[in-house]
């Protein structure tokens, strides 16, 4: 049986002597679309930057598409992981065009002119740009672009190596109304499409939680409080666990979520 693309193993992560993660298990099969959620603060990005490589966990075993972490060339292994980030997206000039942003990924790159691009490189970033609905954008800069169109072309970004797992760091965050809902139409998309990747989604938002994802963690100060398939963990039981108050979570005929503080007279 083939390894899990993405497996941590009782991760722990200690910093100026506060605990960021506390034995955090998370293991991701190759059909498997991942939620991870939690309020701020919960230890949600660092989970997502160890599981990209960016970050050693304190203690804990991390395998990624069957190599462990400390024991393989991460700048290699880094190709096969498509990641997108608030703060990957902050080191991207806003001179760049879009279809710079998008094939600097084949090498793990933020400049064009550190490497050669071949024809085929070029006609895959497009196809990804076109995949996330934004090929029409190919010869813009970045800062000439909407935020909800940055998302959409940093999520392309991360599918120009064809990559065997894709981790998403709040892409939603920041972005308005009309943006999220083109964000979260082309994420479920991508997660419904069986042939893709294994994916990991980071959000604090459950409105932000596309249809298609098929389980969930969630965490509070570093702990896991529940991980598994989706209609079983994301509950009001559990959000309100997680979050500190007592919710009602409803999930529309569309599969999406959506959840409402309850006032005091209704708890």
Partial sequence: MPEPP??????????????????????????ERWLVLGAN??????????????????????????QQLGLTDVRVLRRRIGFASAALAEQLRSELVALDAVRTA?????????????????????????????GHFAGRPLGSLSSGERQRVLLARTLMNDP????LDEPAANLDLGGREQL????????GDADAPALVLVTHHVE??????????????????VAGPIEDALTAAH???TF????????RSDGRFSAFARSPRAR
Wanted: aromatic letters at 4%.
């Fill in 6 to 31: 993405l497996d941590l193993d009782d991760v722990s992560m200690n910093r100026d002597g506060t605990a960021i993660l506390d034995h955090v298990t998370l293991r991701v099969e190759r059909h």
């Fill in 41 to 66: 603060g919960s230890g949600k990005t660092s989970l997502l930057r160890i599981a990209a490589l960016y970050e050693h966990p304190t203690t804990g075993t991390v395998r990624v598409l069957g």
């Fill in 106 to 134: 084949r090498f793990a790159a933020l400049e064009p002119w550190w490497h050669r691009y071949t024809t085929e490189d070029d006609e895959q970033a497009l196809a990804c740009l076109d995949r996330m609905g934004v």
């Fill in 164 to 167: 065997d797992v894709v981790l």
């Fill in 184 to 191: 979260v139409t082309a994420l479920d998309d991508l997660a």
């Fill in 208 to 225: 932000d939680v596309p249809p298609s994802m098929t389980h969930c963690l969630l965490l509070r100060e570093g702990r896991v409080l």
């Fill in 239 to 241: 959000l309100g666990d």
């Fill in 244 to 251: 500190g108050l007592a919710f009602d979570v409803t999930r």
